[in-house]
């Protein structure tokens, strides 16, 4: 077992789970609006969801590793230019952190919960995310592919749910953090566009 694969997939999801995106910013919001707990709601629903994309995954990938070493370096190939596009897309972005509220109306703790989880498990992109991305963090030969890619997937889910978590229990103050910190923006956004960068550099070249 290759624990240096682990770590460095904790620390890169880690970075990305900071990262400002629709999803923290979404938890952000909502706990700003509707409170702590029913911030950690939308959290729990989003890392049930990725449940159902970490099956996906583990049981396609695994079976195609299976049928031909061509098409397990293709899905990598894949992987590392999405992971690429990714990095170009935050480039194109605004290094800005938008928090306006809006008119966000108030929830129900299991109307979040919910709406956390549809809206993770009906996002194709994240399907996709986990295919580009875990397939590079195989880090065993003797433990099967499945459970490799389970374990993968639930130290994504924990690593996420602590930070978002976090983003959560401590909105209040990074909400106004953020609002009187414009240039946070700019470090997180070069931040992130290393990361999807070094990402895909590791998934382009990792072995099986």
Same mark, same amino acid.
């Given at each position: ?7 460095? %997939?904790? +620390?890169? +999801? @880690? *970075?990305?789970? =900071?990262?400002?995106? #629709? ?7 909502? @706990? ?31 079976? +195609? +590793? ?6 397990? %370096?293709?899905? &990598? ?15 194109? !972005? ?10 966000? #109306?108030? &929830? @129900? ?12 498990? /009906?996002? #194709? ?8 991305? %875990?397939?590079?963090?195989?880090? !065993?030969?003797? =433990? ?10 639930? /130290? %994504? =889910?924990?690593? !996420?749910? =602590? ?11 990074? !909400? ?10 700019? $470090? ?5 566009? *290393? $990361? ?11 072995? &099986?």
């Amino acid at each position: 077992m290759n624990y240096e694969i682990l770590y460095t %997939f904790v +620390i890169a +999801i @880690s *970075v990305l789970a =900071i990262t400002p995106g #629709p999803d923290n910013i979404f938890v952000l919001m909502q @706990s700003v609006v509707n409170g702590k707990k029913y911030g950690l709601a939308v959290v729990a629903g989003l890392m049930t969801g990725c449940l159902i994309h970490t099956t996906l995954v583990a049981f396609g990938v695994s079976a +195609i +590793i299976k049928q031909s070493e061509v098409l397990f %370096f293709v899905i &990598k190939l894949f992987g590392a230019l999405y992971l690429f596009f990714l990095a170009y897309k935050v480039f194109k !972005s605004e290094a800005s952190v938008n928090l306006s509220e809006g008119n966000l #109306p108030k &929830k @129900s703790f299991g109307q979040l919960f919910k709406q956390g989880f549809v809206m993770n498990v /009906l996002n #194709p992109k994240v399907s996709i995310f986990f295919l580009a991305f %875990f397939p590079g963090f195989l880090f !065993s030969t003797t =433990i099967s592919n499945v459970l490799q890619f389970y374990i993968l997937g639930f /130290l %994504f =889910i924990i690593v !996420s749910f =602590i930070i978002f978590g976090l983003i959560a229990i401590l909105s209040g103050f990074i !909400s106004e953090y953020l609002k009187k910190n414009s240039k946070v923006g700019v $470090v997180l956004k070069w931040l992130q566009i *290393v $990361v999807f960068i070094g990402i895909g550099v590791f998934v382009l070249f990792s072995k &099986k």
